[in-house]
């Protein structure tokens, strides 16, 4: 047996709890992973309420979670790429992380950053792959481009902001002025406080905006961006697409996805002290309710991570 966070109904935070269930068995292509730490974000409290169900239709009892580290327990029969007993990290999905035993593919795992602990290291994945991708497979960002990342205090946001300068771009955040200059020691030239500041000095000034935030946010991120840039975000409303039509300006939906291979780039930047991670709090496994309740309360400065319990 091991141990796993479920829900069977959807709900507050109190519908999760620890509870046995039995020890995974790896499939023949498949690893089976020690998890010593989860990352937390804001996608998992949507699914547990149910606010996900026209996307992520999966059948409950459910454990939530896409974000582990960990050791290398098992290998399957074909399984290749790994040692039993490595250090390795990954977004195994939107489901299925918050448990102390987890069999995943190993090609979407890579080894966990030298640098980083297990606690830290959870904190990575699915926040740095959407920040990557977003920025290089969607927007395809260039050197000398000047990109607008919203929420750039966030977990997404502050690698973003990171991976963005690193190639060269010049980088503008939103925030509250609390966190303007933790995200110029980022590497954000500019900070703009999204609940006074004026936006107009900056219209049509963008190749690039980075918005996971949506509504108003998305229509007003429209008026900044230079004729042929490109607006990147999640699924885009009616009204987006609606007010970019004809306009010159390309709206890209993006879905994060699994990706070892851009994980050890991500890695790399890590241990050569490149990209940092900032963790905003930590807890036990057994306390993952308060930890999606902190999540939700929204204006968290980088990553909430879950540990390992004895």
């Known amino acids: 047996m091991s141990r796993a966070i479920r829900f069977h109904d959807y709900g507050g935070p109190e519908v999760m709890k620890l509870e ?126 000047r990109v607008l990342i919203h929420a750039a205090a966030g977990g997404v946001g502050g690698f973003a902001v990171q991976f963005a300068r690193h190639a060269g771009a010049i980088v503008i955040g939103t925030a509250s002025p609390d966190n303007a200059d933790y995200i110029r020691s980022l590497g954000a030239t500019d900070v703009i406080d999204y609940r006074k500041d004026s936006f107009d000095p900056y219209r049509g000034s963008f190749d690039v905006v980075l918005d996971l935030i949506g509504g108003e946010t998305s229509l007003r991120s429209l008026e900044l961006l230079r004729k042929g840039g490109i607006h990147v975000g999640g699924v885009p409303a009616p009204a987006l697409m609606q007010h970019a039509e004809g306009s010159g300006i390309r709206v890209k939906p993006m879905q994060v996805h699994p990706d070892g291979s851009q994980l050890r780039e991500i890695s790399g930047l890590i241990d050569a002290g490149r990209i940092r991670t900032t963790i905003a709090a930590v807890y036990p496994l057994d306390q993952a309710g308060a930890a999606h309740e902190q999540s939700k309360s929204g204006h968290t400065r980088g990553k909430i991570v879950l540990k390992a319990i004895p």
Not at 45 to 70: C, F, Q
Not at 121 to 145: D, I, M
């Open 20 to 145: 046995e269930v039995p020890r995974p068995v790896p499939k023949a292509n498949e690893i089976l992973v020690r998890v010593l730490g989860w990352g937390v974000n804001p996608v998992d409290w949507k699914i547990r309420e149910g606010l996900a169900r026209s996307r992520i239709n999966v059948p409950l009892p459910l454990t939530p979670g896409g974000d582990i580290s960990g050791v290398v327990e098992e290998l399957g029969a074909s399984a290749t790429g790994v040692s039993i007993g490595q250090p390795v990290f990954a977004m195994i999905g939107l489901v299925g992380a918050y448990a102390e035993l987890v069999a995943v593919k190993p090609e979407i795992t890579a080894p966990k950053p030298r640098t980083l602990d297990h606690v830290q290291a959870a904190s990575v994945p699915l926040t740095a792959l959407t920040a990557w991708q977003a920025l290089f497979e969607h927007a395809e960002l260039k050197s000398g481009q």
